[in-house]
T-cell receptor, first 118, second 116 residues
Framework: GAVVSQHPSWVICKSGTSVKIECRSL??????MFWYRQFPKQSLMLMAT?????????EQGVEKDKFLINHASLTLSTLTVTSAHPEDSSFYIC??????????????FGDGTRLSIL | AQTVTQSQPEMSVQEAETVTLSCTYD???????LFWYKQPPSRQMILVIR??????QNATENRFSVNFQKAAKSFSLKISDSQLGDAAMYFC?????????????FGKGTRLHILP
């Protein structure tokens, strides 16, 4: 149980296009999902916290107009990289906190999306 | 703000031997969770072990155990009987126990090589 699916797993697109990445909790509901970014050989950096039915909370330095987050249901959050440029190329990972929310419950991670902007 | 520090960018261990990965953290909170995550080349994040700060007993999961020193803010991971499949990037991570403030803060990672 507690499977999180990300789609696509790898995307290559031209500079200037927008790319949407989906994060789905397959067998549980999640009011909160998290989006991380990981550059090669570096750690995961939290970009934003996605809350179902409300606006996402962005970390300092993350452009909310650049990285649009929508959490329209209890099983789906999407990250849209708008007008992507080569510097946006990275590995994006989502995680989800399952319901019911109980103490010490771990987050469940997706397998990540490799984004390459040409 | 909380920080997590892993001072060993890379480590190597002979197969079947024991290795310890170091992690220190900084926080003003008294209630929190600590984790070790493994990221193999597939880049999937795999939870190895977790520790609740209010529990004094060190967590153990099969060949993986931690040495949690709350006063020293230290949280090391010991891998016993190392196997080739243990080769991966290991991240130490912190998470507040405050309700709905559970974003995870990761260290920079330690790349573990297993020598056959």
């Amino acid at each position: 149980g507690a499977v999180v699916s990300q789609h696509p797993s790898w995307v290559i697109c031209k500079s200037g296009t927008s790319v949407k990445i989906e994060c789905r909790s397959l067998d549980f509901q999640a009011t909160t999902m998290f989006w991380y970014r990981q550059f090669p050989k570096q750690s995961l950096m939290l970009m934003a916290t996605s809350n179902e039915g409300s606006k996402a909370t962005y970390e300092q330095g993350v452009e909310k107009d650049k990285f649009l987050i929508n959490h329209a249901s209890l099983t789906l959050s999407t990250l849209t990289v708008t007008s992507a440029h080569p510097e946006d190329s990275s590995f994006y990972i989502c995680s989800a906190r399952r319901l019911p929310e109980v103490r010490a419950q771990p987050q469940h991670f997706g397998d990540g999306t490799r984004l390459s902007i040409l | 703000a909380q920080t997590v520090t892993q001072s060993q960018p890379e480590m190597s261990v002979q197969e079947a031997e024991t290795v310890t990965l170091s992690c220190t953290y900084d926080t003003s909170e008294s209630d929190y969770y600590l984790f070790w995550y493994k990221q193999p080349p597939s880049r999937q994040m795999i939870l190895v072990i977790r520790q609740e700060a209010y529990k004094q007993q060190n967590a153990t999961e099969n060949r993986f155990s931690v040495n949690f020193q709350k006063a020293a803010k230290s949280f090391s991971l010991k891998i016993s009987d190392s196997q080739l499949g243990d080769a991966a990037m290991y991240f130490c991570a912190y998470r507040s126990a405050r309700w709905r403030d559970d974003k995870i803060i990761f260290g920079k990672g330690t790349r573990l090589h297993i020598l056959p």
